[in-house]
């Protein structure tokens, strides 16, 4: 939790506050992203919509200064931002802060790089990556972090408060997963693509034999 002025706020406020204001900015593209507010649609992981063409990550943080506690999810933080440094455009760290006037906002920074992405909110619709890349980019990700990493403070665990975030051709949010969920369906792709392979492989291996003996 965070206090700034007698205002408080945790990351789960930070990942609504998120929803709202992109609501808010682009309501034509960000319609789909209240559907996962939904108890068993969150806990689900639900698919919002059809397969999104450009593809986010977001990690919601509560404030500026809990940024650094990123490192401890990692056996080699290091290593990892060296080699994930240039290809962290679409992985995006939100937090919490106070204007001067006293109100809460929202920031936000490429995970790594610590770059701002963009100036205004709306052109969060304009990047992304595809499919392909950010599948590659998780699983070189996920092969860096702990096991069991430590519990971000914030009353959620930590994949619960990362957002994996699809968009389709005209810019609208088509699929929003919780991380946990996305890597399971990853991990389970990758299984059947292999076992299909294989038994492809093992058929064409038994044709060739049958013509041999032939």
Known sequence: MTSSNNKKWW???????????????????????????????????????????????????????????????????????????????????????????????LSALTYFSRAVPFQKWKEFFNHGTDKAAFDNYLVKLTAFKNKNPPDSGGGFGMKQLQSVIGLDNDNNVVEVHTLEDYEHHLVLTRQLTQQHTMTRSIGRSRDKGMDFEM
Do not use: C, Q
């Open 11 to 105: 990351e789960k406020t930070v990942e609504y506050a998120f929803i709202l204001m992109l609501h808010r900015v682009a309501p034509e593209n960000a319609r789909s992203f209240f559907a996962p507010l939904d108890g068993d649609e969150e806990r689900a992981g639900d698919l919002v919509g059809a397969f999104g063409k450009k593809w986010f990550l977001v990690e919601f943080k509560k404030d500026e200064d809990s940024l650094g506690s990123e490192a401890k999810k990692y056996t080699d933080y290091a290593t990892a931002a060296a080699t994930l440094r240039g290809s962290d455009s679409h992985h995006l760290l939100v937090y919490g802060y106070m204007t001067e006037d006293n109100n809460f906002a």
